[in-house]
Nanobody
Framework: QLQLVESGGGLVQPGGSMRLSCTVS????????VGWFRQAPGMEREGVSCITSSGGRTKYADSVKGRFTISRDNAKNTVSLQMDSLKPEDTAAYYCAAVHRPFQAICLMATDYYDSWGQGTQVTVSS
C-alpha cells in the first residue's frame, strides 16, 4: 500500500520561506501523479499544486502562483513544495496525495482524483 509522509512544516514569519517534502514508501513514485492540498480550520480542502508522473507538467492555484514551486525526485521517492513569500493566509494543514497515472499529460487539483493521502503537516505563517 502506498504510504505518504509529509515533513517540513512549522512556524514562519510573513515573507519567509518553507520547504515541504512528501516521501513515498511502498511503491516507486515514478508512475504517480502527486498533488499538494491545504485545509485551514473551518474551510474545505483546496488544491495548491500538482505534478505529473513524468514531472513534465505542473499546475498551481492562482493564490500561490509565482510563490510556490513543486518538484519531484523520483530517485528519492520525494515530491517537494517550495513556498516563498509566505502570507498569513497560507496558514493551513498541508497534505500530499498521489494517484497512479503513468502516462497522463496533465494533473488535476481535485481531491477525488487522488486515492492515497498523507497525514498532513501544519504550516503557520505569523509574526
Amino acid at each position: 500500500q502506498l504510504q505518504l509522509v509529509e515533513s517540513g512544516g512549522g512556524l514562519v514569519q510573513p515573507g519567509g520561506s518553507m520547504r515541504l517534502s512528501c516521501t513515498v514508501s511502498g511503491f516507486t513514485l515514478d508512475y504517480y501523479a502527486v498533488g499538494w492540498f491545504r485545509q485551514a480550520p473551518g474551510m474545505e480542502r483546496e488544491g495548491v499544486s500538482c505534478i505529473t508522473s513524468s514531472g513534465g507538467r505542473t499546475k498551481y492555484a492562482d493564490s500561490v502562483k509565482g510563490r510556490f514551486t513543486i518538484s519531484r525526485d523520483n530517485a528519492k521517492n520525494t515530491v517537494s513544495l517550495q513556498m516563498d513569500s509566505l502570507k498569513p493566509e497560507d496558514t493551513a494543514a498541508y497534505y500530499c496525495a498521489a494517484v497512479h497515472r503513468p502516462f497522463q499529460a496533465i494533473c488535476l487539483m481535485a481531491t477525488d482524483y487522488y486515492d492515497s493521502w498523507g497525514q498532513g503537516t501544519q504550516v503557520t505563517v505569523s509574526s
